[in-house]
Antibody, heavy 117, light 110 residues
Framework: EVQLMESGGGLVQPGGSLRLSCAAS????????MHWVRQAPGEGLEWVAN????????YYVDSVKGRFTISRDNAKNSLYLQMDSLRYEDTAIYYC??????????WGQGTLVTVSS | QSVLTQPPSVSAAPGQKVTISCSGH????????VSWFQQLPGTAPKLLIS???KRPSGIPDRFSGSKSGTSATLGITGLQTGDEADYYC???????????FGSGTKVTVL
């Protein structure tokens, strides 16, 4: 059974940092593009970043470029999102997603990040 | 402001049909596959349709997808109360080098 388990969310002050993790199981993690998608309270979905199977190619939405870093460890079947210089508008549920645009797309349950003073 | 345009809401009686449109540009829908996602209240989104019109296993054939030019459409027939949810279209945008979503459409069963 495919499982994606996010962790690392919580309350952080503006300007602070947080590192999200996503533990994958039930599939061959190293063969899939992986993504982070977020959803602010009461709002729609916003794609944040993605990373190629071998970690060599990464893309980011403009609003997080230079502040967020996506990475993966295929040996540990894990995806990460390092979030620095956090802003109020980064408050959202962050979802780990496998192959978002393909037939194998699968979403985790999400982890809540709250940026507040 | 979402790159892909969806109607905010659609509604119909049980058993009826609804369609949800998703309008984009040549840089996204026009040259890439479209997916549709269903988000039931309080839950994570789930893949409904991939590659414009393919249903993953477990998705009933009441749900269908199509694409023409720079627009895509999700159809739901035999509407059920359990279909009340938010629906999002999504695709890769080659100009932005980013995955983009529609603003979402809330389906209400009257």
């Amino acid at each position: 059974e495919v499982q994606l388990m996010e962790s690392g969310g919580g309350l952080v002050q503006p300007g602070g940092s947080l590192r999200l993790s996503c533990a994958a199981s039930g599939f061959t993690f190293s063969t899939y593009w992986m993504h982070w998608v977020r959803q602010a309270p009461g709002e729609g979905l916003e794609w944040v970043a993605n990373i190629k199977q071998d970690g060599t190619t990464k893309y980011y939405v403009d609003s997080v470029k230079g502040r967020f870093t996506i990475s993966r460890d295929n040996a540990k079947n894990s995806l990460y999102l390092q979030m620095d210089s956090l802003r109020y508008e980064d408050t959202a549920i962050y979802y780990c997603v496998r192959e978002i645009g393909g037939s194998g797309a699968y979403w985790g349950q999400g982890t809540l990040v709250t940026v507040s003073s | 402001q979402s790159v892909l345009t969806q109607p905010p809401s659609v509604s119909a009686a049980p058993g009826q049909k609804v369609t949800i449109s998703c309008s984009g540009h040549s840089s996204n829908i026009g040259n890439n596959y479209v997916s549709w996602f269903q988000q039931l209240p309080g839950t994570a989104p789930k893949l409904l349709i991939s590659d414009n019109n393919k249903r993953p296993s477990g998705i009933p054939d009441r749900f269908s997808g199509s694409k023409s030019g720079t627009s895509a459409t999700l159809g739901i027939t035999g509407l059920q109360t359990g279909d009340e949810a938010d629906y999002y279209c999504g695709t890769w945008d080659s100009s932005l080098s980013a995955y983009v979503f529609g603003s979402g459409t809330k389906v209400t069963v009257l």
